[in-house]
């Protein structure tokens, strides 16, 4: 494997130095509001939320020694610490999601059958793969919680809905940009067959998640054709980010890769 060169190392330090300032610089969450869920509200949400900040909370730590391994071969010491640092962002997300739940009076679980397939598929991977299995949760996250923040009243549950979507589209373009790392010199034919598995691995979770969360989604007036239709445009742009030889910014979404 080639060392990083110095443009490679200067991009992990750019991504390591975003999520320290976002951590630093985000602003706070209204969690004083009284709002209570209504009985419908609650019916719609409850199980759907908990199954997502289940997924959320993930240690990853079999990604970040894989990241620091992948590091240490390429002489590249800011990209396990940007993998770091990102992963702390998605605990955030777990811990904003609990500490609504609890003050909603929402049971946590530790436990469920897809985050579980989840966790082992990660876990029997590479890093790469690993990536493109949390790459896949991060796509259908766009769609969700863009869905979960309109349900419902909530304040608190609206802002945070939009906080979280700030960070996954930023998180996209990180993943992308670790995938283009990690595959720099496949060749194009091992790599659209790669995509092709990830982009029918894709079409299977969503049809697993919309059976699962259906309720938020239909209340969001989504049907299943419109939430596979976002999820297939997410990973179109992402696939094509991950393939480009231009530097990925560090900004927005994946919108104006879209549009272009």
């Avoid at 130095?17 to 419908?40: C, E, G, I, Q, V």
């Avoid at 396990?80 to 702390?88: E, G, M, N, T, V």
């Avoid at 059976?211 to 969001?220: D, G, Q, T, W």
Wanted: glycine share 4%; net charge positive.
């Amino acid at each position: 494997m080639p060392t990083a060169d110095a443009a490679s190392i200067e991009q992990s330090q750019a991504w390591r130095n975003h999520f320290l300032a976002s951590m630093l610089t985000a602003n706070p969450l209204p969690w004083s509001d009284p709002y209570k869920l209504s009985r419908s509200e609650r019916t719609t949400i409850e199980d759907s939320i908990r199954q997502f900040q289940l997924g959320e909370r993930s240690q990853g730590r079999r990604l970040l020694r894989r990241g620091l391994n992948y590091s240490a071969r390429v002489g590249d010491p800011y990209f396990a610490r940007a993998l770091h640092l990102f992963i702390k962002e998605e605990q955030r997300h777990s811990a904003h999601l609990l500490r609504f739940m609890e003050q909603q009076r929402i049971p946590a679980v530790s436990k469920h059958w897809v985050d579980s397939i989840f966790r082992r598929l990660r876990g029997l991977a590479g890093l790469e793969l690993s990536l493109r299995v949390l790459v896949t949760a991060e796509i259908i996250a766009v769609p969700y919680y863009g869905a979960l923040g309109r349900v419902t009243n909530s304040p608190v549950l609206g802002a945070l809905s939009s906080r979280i979507l700030v960070d996954e589209s930023t998180h996209l373009r990180f993943q992308a940009w670790m995938l283009r790392r990690l595959a720099s010199d496949r060749v194009a034919l091992l790599a659209n067959t790669l995509a092709q598995i990830h982009r029918l691995f894709l079409i299977v979770t969503a049809c697993i998640v919309w059976r699962e969360h259906r309720s938020v989604f239909k209340a969001a007036g989504y049907n299943f054709g419109r939430l596979l239709k976002h999820t297939l445009l997410e990973y179109a742009a992402l696939d094509r980010a991950s393939r480009s030889l231009q530097d990925i910014p560090i900004l927005k979404g994946f919108k104006e890769v879209r549009d272009a």
